[in-house]
Structure formats: C-alpha cells, structure tokens
C-alpha cells in the first residue's frame, strides 16, 4: 500500500495561489481544473483553499490595502444584502492575494468579486435614488460611503459574473394583501395535526409575496416562519431566510421570535447539506443565546448540543464529541434531572461507536472554531 505523500507549506501555498488566479479570471471550477493540472486529489485541494481563506479572513489586512484612490476607507455592504445568483446565499467579504473580494461559501465556484467595486456600483446606485440619505461629513459623497447606506434603500442585491452584473430588490411598493381574522392563528394551530392543510392557509396568507424582498408586516413574517418547516429543500430555506430577515427588521437581531427563525434556517440548511452555513447560524444563535438567556441556559445548551452534530457532518470528529461532551457535563450541573439530558448522551454515543469508521475518512472542511469549542 503506498504511504500518503506529503506536501511542504510552498507547494500548498502554491496551489492555492493557482486557485485565486482560476476564480479571479473568471475560469469555471478553478479547484477541479488546478488539481487536474497539478495532478493533485481535488478534496484535498478544496481542503487547502478552505483553510486558506479562514487564516485570510481572520488576518488583519495590511495598511492601506484597502484603501481607494480617494483616500477614504472603503465601506462594506451591509451584512446579508449581497447574494449569489448561482448558489443564492449571501456573499462575504474576504481577504484574498488579489485584495478584498465577496465571495461565496464551498461548494459554489462562482468567481470573486472585487469589493470595492461593488461598493461603488451599489453606492453610484444609492446616489442616484437617494443621495440625501448619505451625511456629507468631511468627505465628498463618494460613492464608497453611500454603499454602507444601502440597507436603507434596497432590500436585496442579487450579484452575477461581474461587479456591475447586479439585480437590485427594491421594498415592495404595493399594500399587503389583507390577511382573514384568525388565519394565521389556525394555521399556527394546524401545523402539528394537520400540515397539509397548515401549509395550504399559510400559502395563502403568502400570496403574492417576494421572499426575496423584507416583510413589513409581523403576520407575513411570522407565516413564512411556519411554513419554512413544513417545506423541503430550497423552497424551506427560502421562506426561513425570508422570515429571519424579516423579524430580524422588525423586531431586532436579539428578539426572542428572531432567535427562533435563526434556529429555523439553520435546521433548514442543515436538511439540505448546507452544513458550513449552518454550523455559522448556530454558533451566532448561540453567542445571542449565551448574552441574553446565559451561558448555562437550556436553549443555549441545546443549539450547542446540535453545533457539535453539525462539526461531526462537517468532519470535525473530536472536536464535535468534545464540544458535546462539554456541553452534556454544563446540561447535568444546570438542570439537573431534565430528559434532555439522555438524549444528548444517546447522541454522544452514537458519535463515539462511528469513532473508528470516520477516523479513516477524509478531513472535512476547514471551519474557524469558536473559543469555548477548542477549549471544550
């Protein structure tokens, strides 16, 4: 049998200089197409680009590299407003050797995106609309600046191949659809007894409505919120993404409804295989969880619990067991006696009897962990 070959940190380094180049130039999936040309397995390198841009995305940039030929420090889109046309998730910022560019979470190869170059097309547009929305200060209205406004105009950013290949969502302009007395409330009602009737009154109740636009209504919001678990694949992360928003604008990133809808979407990308995407939904559901219920709480020991499954899918193997171990040791001390207990321990066991098989399968994908996880 012949022994894995080893890799020096220049041929790594190397290859994953190769991959930017691919994805800048605009080349269709630069990860097969370098490790065919470098003769290299293609899990592998997905697994080095992976790390490479969790170590990029936690370095500090170098002075000035991020600065336009203005002078002025160029302003991000608002978080969550710029998505993939491809893959529909939303885009984020990253440094890279060729600067700071959005890009997309794996497996989705579309190419990056020159950031500022966004910025400036999405502020030329928040200028041409809206310019008195931007303060003046001491600076120009520069086109820059207004980007960080746009959240305040747009409600979603739709990229392509492209800096200036956007889609841009504005608020609906039309008044809702009047939604019947006690709808919403029947449909609430009917969700565990009857789904396919739940799923029908609700689907009424969203009639008409963008799920890529932000409800301004509670009753819309909170209907995409119940019928996002009643839906499977894409159809569910899409009413769950659009109820998140949603309450999200309406009654604030901590309210207890929008912890719920973040719980809601996590579990919607996780049924579908989006394990990256949900693992972040979960450990900032939990961070919120940990500030505002406590650290020891039952909900934020329960979206711990099912963080370290979703470190498991993602190949994390000790580090999820450790992580549950932790969290089961924390569960036993704070409510002591409560069944939740049990499962999480039927769970842990389960993790530990796969210990052997999963040992010899391949490294799964590179994820920055939390403190509190390494130190579990």
């Known amino acids: ?98 600067g700071l560019v959005y890009d997309c979470p794996p497996p989705c190869r579309r190419p990056v995106l020159n950031a500022t ?118 159809a569910a992360i899409r009413w769950a993404d659009y109820a998140h928003r949603s309450l999200a604008c309406l009654h604030g990133p901590t309210h207890p409804h929008t912890l719920t809808a973040a719980h809601t979407l996590a579990t919607a990308h996780r049924q579908v295989g989006h394990h990256q995407r949900a693992y972040h939904l979960l450990r900032e559901l939990a961070d919120h969880l940990a500030a505002t219920a406590g650290p020891d709480a039952h909900p934020t020991l329960a979206v711990r619990a099912t963080t370290a499954l979703v470190l498991h899918d993602l190949g994390h193997h000790d580090a999820a067991r450790a992580l549950l171990a932790d969290t089961i040791d924390r569960h036993r001390r704070a409510h002591p006696g409560h069944p939740t207990t049990a499962r999480m321990t039927a769970h842990l066991n389960r993790l530990r009897q796969r210990h052997t098989t999963d040992r010899d399968s391949s490294p799964g994908a590179a994820v920055n962990l939390p403190a509190s996880v390494a130190r579990a």
């Open 117 to 234: 170059a966004v910025a400036s097309a999405v502020g030329v547009v928040v200028l041409r609309h809206a310019a008195h929305l931007v303060p003046a200060l001491t600076h120009p209205k520069a086109a820059g600046i207004a980007a960080g406004h746009a959240r305040r105009l747009i409600t979603r950013i739709t990229a392509g191949t492209h800096p200036s290949d956007l889609r841009i969502t504005w608020p609906s302009t039309r008044s809702p659809r009047p939604v019947p007395p006690g709808h919403l409330d029947l449909a609430r009602n009917l969700t565990g007894t009857d789904p396919q009737r739940a799923r029908t009154i609700l689907r009424n109740i969203l009639a008409g409505i963008d799920p890529t636009t932000t409800a301004t209504e509670v009753v819309h919001a909170e209907a995409a919120h119940l019928l996002a678990p009643l839906l499977h694949g894409e």
């Open 1 to 98: 049998m012949a022994l894995p070959r080893t890799y020096t940190s220049d041929v790594i380094a190397d290859a994953v200089r190769q991959v930017e180049a691919a994805r800048a130039a605009g080349r269709r999936g630069p990860i097969s197409a370098v490790a065919r040309e470098l003769h290299l397995d293609r899990r592998l390198l997905q697994t080095w680009v992976t790390k490479a841009r969790t170590h990029a995305t936690a370095a500090a940039p170098p002075p000035n590299a991020s600065s336009t030929h203005t002078g002025v420090d160029p302003v991000l889109l608002p978080d969550g407003l710029l998505h993939c046309r491809f893959c529909q998730h939303p885009m984020t910022a990253v440094f890279t050797w060729a």
